[in-house]
């Protein structure tokens, strides 16, 4: 026999004694199972109630992670970001000075940059006097010829 058949015969045989019954055991019957079916619902929602709270502290815990992972990724991300811009600075601190090394430099070669102490004044510009004339030109006399070179091996 299976469980519905016997469910079934349970149920009428209730509903017999249920009808035979004096009026004041079907109050007490009646109370009976009002406090029974209270009883299992209020089990049935701290049950649920219990579930939730459960299901609540893992998603609590959960985000909690999720929050420190990302906290270190953040984290990693700036330090990533600060030993590169120290790394260009570095760098642009030593093109810097490279830089100022040339301008120092060139400021001692001859290719350097004029300033207005290099300018000529008024008093170094030549005049007519200071031309040469026709008596300063040289003449064929004052040439010298192959013969006035001294030779190296003599």
Known sequence: MGAGPVKKTVGKLAKKAVEKAPDELKEKAKEEAQKQSA???????QAKAGQASEKLEEKKEDNADKA??????????????????????????EAGEEFQEKVSSSDKSKDKVKGVHDIKGVSNI??????????????SSDIKSSNDIKKVGS
């Open 39 to 45: 009883e299992k619902v209020e089990e049935k929602i």
């Open 68 to 93: 420190h992972d990302a906290a270190e990724k953040a984290k990693e991300k700036t330090q990533d970001a600060l030993l590169t811009l120290k790394d260009k600075l570095s760098n642009l601190k």
């Open 126 to 139: 030549k005049s007519a006097t200071n031309i040469k004339g026709p008596a300063d030109v040289k003449k």
